[in-house]
């Protein structure tokens, strides 16, 4: 047999978006892992194999940011796991609801914070819990609970949860959206044999839906942790590259943007910074890997 | 429906809890929507009151106008979305195609190189994306921005859309063939114009994150004949911290192209979520 001709319209058709896609995306994402084993001594670039890594994970002055900013970085995704992520789902059951009226009217509204840019929320967060304006002390007194304000974003203590709260508040509408899709699409003969058994209202949820919807669950599990883990733009809109006070809100985006890019007195460093990203790589990878071949191939998919 | 599922008591708290968080979503937005509208005095005053005739002022616009460069980094944003979102959709849907009708030594590979993206960020590769746009002479263009974004919308696009062209009948295309229509002009004139759903799907998903990132403008393009309205009103804000009307009138102007944008497109948003295009 001839060798089949080249077909040239394929090549046509796949070239712009593998060249770009290649170009833009693959090739610096592994020339930034190969910037990591580089680094620079009297501008020139050596070689200098895993060493910025030793510098990174032990090196005292680097290895104390680096554990700081990834254990905010974990909390910061917790706080999401336990607070955005169960609110989006009874949002969703709520809204799923066959006789709600205005669920469209409700699903819109709850919708919007998730478009609005980081900056946005973060400044007009900063400004309602400011104490120089006082809406959050007045509201909070207006309920009796006046004691309880603090200026949250400034205390050390409070400032990460506050901001993981704000984000939260941002991007419920996510999990609520993608879980709401799930949920639309259990078939009623389920729904109505349950209810011949007698299993109604909540236990309907916790018995039927949820199961049903665990696949859902995974996918915004895994959404939420590559989305956390390569957060940057809320922390530096609302608390600046130095991810203030102290150091206390900074997370790995953070930590990598005012290491290659540099800050008031620092000079930027692209290896180190690459090290980071590379750090960063790993996380989302090894968590990427978790949900692929650890939760979502276990998972029971039922036929519906 | 049965009685089971209809319990007053319950309807009213469902209501309940739905408004309650409808308020919480809406709360921020609404504080800074009317205190732009008021007088310095009247923000501190009452900042929860309506404007009335006599706290009304438009003084933070008139400084955002004078002194922010507004204008242009709507156009810049506009120009950075519109071009992305066109190479996304244009790029996506070519290749989409090529994988979804084409038997072709490597077409699974392919897929799954192009599927690789959907889960690792872009961001990760900021250093040597920097240092490339730096080589190429690009940073500080828009040209930068709209590589970068286009590279990260694609395999999305592909994989969404790849998905729907499976569903377009083979019968049309074929018939096409027997007609002597070129594989391009199946794909421009018959498979395109069926996907278009699809192709809207796309578009608002990757419209939102392109409008309202801040990383790549900070870094790629920070000039400012460059700036986008994202970076251009974080600039703004952080000078006139402590001119409350100037930040709350450009937090306003930047919300509000956002908002008209999202009541236009977001039954064609909530649509496209809800038909399981991300499954």
Known sequence: MNRPRIRWHIVVFLAPAVLVYTAVMIFPLFNTLRLALFTEVDQTRVYVGLQNFRTLFFDPIWSEQFWNALGNNFWFFLVHMLVQNPIGIALAALLSHPSLRFAALYRSAIFIPTILSFVIVGFAWKLILSPIWGIAPSMLDAVGLKSLFAPWLGKEEYALTTLALISVWQFVGIPMMLIYAALLTIPEEILEAGEIDGITGASAFWKIKLPLILPSIGIISILTFVGNFNAFDLIYASQGALAGPDFSTDILGTFMYRTFFGFQLQLGDPHMGSAIAGAMFAIILVGVCIYLFGIQTRMRRYQM | ?279
């Not at chain 2, 739905?18 to 709360?27: E, G, K």
């Not at chain 2, 072709?104 to 994306?129: E, S």
């Not at chain 2, 096409?176 to 998903?205: K, N, W």
């Open chain 2, 1 to 279: 429906m049965n009685k089971a599922r209809r319990n007053p008591f319950n309807t009213v708290a469902m209501h309940g809890a739905l408004i309650l968080y409808t308020l919480i979503a809406l709360f921020p937005v609404f504080v800074i929507l009317i205190n732009s509208f008021k007088s310095r005095r009247a923000i501190f005053r009452e900042p929860l009151a309506l404007p009335n005739a006599d706290s009304f002022s438009m003084i933070g616009y008139e400084t955002v106008m004078k002194q922010g460069d507004f204008f242009l980094y709507f156009q810049n944003s506009m120009i950075v979305t519109v071009a992305s979102l066109s190479f996304i959709l244009l790029f996506g849907a070519m290749a989409a195609y090529a994988l979804s009708e084409y038997q072709f030594k490597g077409n699974l590979i392919m897929g799954l190189y192009l599927a690789l993206g959907i889960m690792i960020p872009i961001r990760i590769g900021t250093v040597a994306i920097l240092e490339m746009m730096v080589a190429t002479g690009l940073v500080n263009t828009l040209w930068a921005l709209i590589l970068v974004y286009t590279a990260q919308g694609l395999p999305l696009a592909v994989f969404i859309l790849s998905e729907f062209m499976r569903q377009v009948s083979d019968d049309l295309k074929n018939a096409g063939r027997i007609d002597g229509l070129s594989e391009y002009t199946i794909f421009f004139r018959l498979v395109l114009p069926l996907v278009r759903p699809a192709m809207a799907t796309v578009a608002v998903f990757n419209m939102i994150p392109i409008w309202n990132d801040l990383w790549f403008p900070l870094i790629l393009a920070p000039a400012e004949e460059t700036k986008t309205l994202t970076l251009g009103s974080q600039v703004f804000i952080g000078q006139f911290v402590t001119d409350w009307n100037a930040v709350l009138s450009a937090l306003s102007m930047a919300i509000l192209p956002v908002l008209i944008l999202y009541v236009i497109f977001s039954r064609q948003l909530i649509r496209g979520i809800t038909s399981g295009a991300v499954k």
